[in-house]
């Protein structure tokens, strides 16, 4: 091989290096411009962060671990995005829609079966907003008491028993709430509570306040004779 052609090759050989990096600087310092210009439209929006458990209406033997990451629209009206973790591979797995009692109240008959109260998630302490200080953290539950939500799960991730779905498939499912006492498997509460390092009883006695703003809302005993244990509701949240 001749010497101006091993120099040929070596320049081809730099030339495509430097156009690959050339290709990389620029991806790197588009994703720095856009992330520096652009405003994220509606989804900045969704800047609380809720944690809770479902279960599905139809098959109460799924029972799940959400994240919420929620916009308050009004005082009537939230819309949440739902994940299966916090982290950075979390998966999208669903919608919430939360309205107030007195949006609730103007439902037709034949709609309000999609809606799950909220009072028992509240004053048992399931729901918790980790990323809130105490004080915003409980002034923002009590805005929430006597409010409903419409959950569609459309990726169904995992669960205690339930192996992951490989991508979103077949119809979205309904999801519903706990309700009375020992509907939800323990083996929930206690991973999610030790990893947020949260004490369940002292949350539960610290919203027992919050009761004497709740009314008795449809739906708690929905799923009451679905689950083989399933006791009083939390003090406030009788139907």
Same mark, same amino acid.
């Given at each position: 091989?001749?010497?101006?052609?091993?120099?040929?090759?070596?320049?081809?050989?730099?030339?495509?290096?430097?156009?690959?990096?050339?290709?990389?600087?620029?991806?790197?310092?588009?994703?720095?411009?856009?992330?520096?210009?652009?405003?994220?439209?509606?989804?900045?929006?969704?800047?609380?962060?809720?944690?809770?458990?479902?279960?599905?209406?139809?098959?109460?033997?799924?029972?799940?671990?959400?994240?919420?990451?929620?916009?308050?629209?009004?005082?009537?009206?939230?819309?949440?995005? %739902?994940?299966? #973790?916090?982290?950075?591979? @979390?998966?999208?797995?669903?919608? =919430?829609?939360? +309205?107030?009692? !007195? &949006?609730?109240?103007?439902?037709?008959?034949?709609?309000?079966?999609?809606?799950?109260?909220?009072?028992?998630?509240?004053?048992?302490?399931?729901?918790?907003?980790?990323?809130?200080?105490?004080?915003?953290?409980?002034?923002?539950?009590?805005?929430?008491?006597?409010?409903?939500?419409?959950?569609?799960?459309?990726?169904?991730?995992?669960?205690?028993?339930?192996?992951?779905?490989? %991508?979103?498939? #077949?119809?979205?499912?309904? @999801?519903?709430?706990?309700?009375? =006492?020992?509907? +939800?498997?323990? !083996? &929930?509460?206690?991973?999610?509570?030790?990893?947020?390092?949260?004490?369940?009883?002292?949350?539960?006695?610290?919203?027992?306040?919050?009761?004497?703003?709740?009314?008795?809302?449809?739906?708690?005993?929905?799923?009451?004779?679905?689950?083989?244990?399933?006791?009083?509701?939390?003090?406030?949240?009788?139907?």
């Amino acid at each position: 091989m001749t010497r101006p052609f091993l120099r040929l090759v070596m320049l081809g050989a730099a030339a495509m290096a430097a156009g690959v990096l050339a290709r990389a600087r620029f991806r790197r310092a588009a994703s720095t411009g856009a992330r520096l210009l652009r405003d994220l439209g509606p989804v900045r929006q969704f800047d609380v962060h809720l944690t809770g458990f479902q279960l599905l209406k139809d098959d109460p033997d799924r029972q799940l671990e959400v994240h919420h990451y929620c916009h308050q629209v009004n005082e009537d009206f939230l819309q949440c995005v %739902l994940f299966d #973790g916090d982290g950075a591979d @979390a998966r999208l797995t669903g919608v =919430e829609f939360i +309205i107030s009692e !007195r &949006l609730y109240d103007t439902l037709p008959e034949d709609e309000k079966p999609y809606w799950h109260p909220h009072n028992h998630e509240i004053l048992s302490g399931q729901l918790v907003a980790p990323d809130l200080p105490a004080r915003a953290e409980m002034e923002w539950m009590r805005r929430q008491v006597n409010s409903y939500g419409k959950t569609w799960h459309f990726w169904l991730t995992g669960g205690i028993g339930h192996e992951a779905e490989p %991508l979103p498939m #077949g119809e979205p499912c309904l @999801a519903w709430s706990f309700n009375r =006492e020992g509907e +939800i498997d323990p !083996r &929930l509460t206690r991973e999610r509570d030790a990893r947020l390092g949260l004490d369940p009883e002292r949350k539960r006695a610290e919203r027992a306040g919050l009761a004497e703003l709740a009314h008795p809302q449809r739906g708690e005993d929905t799923l009451k004779d679905a689950l083989p244990i399933s006791e009083p509701s939390a003090p406030g949240a009788r139907e």
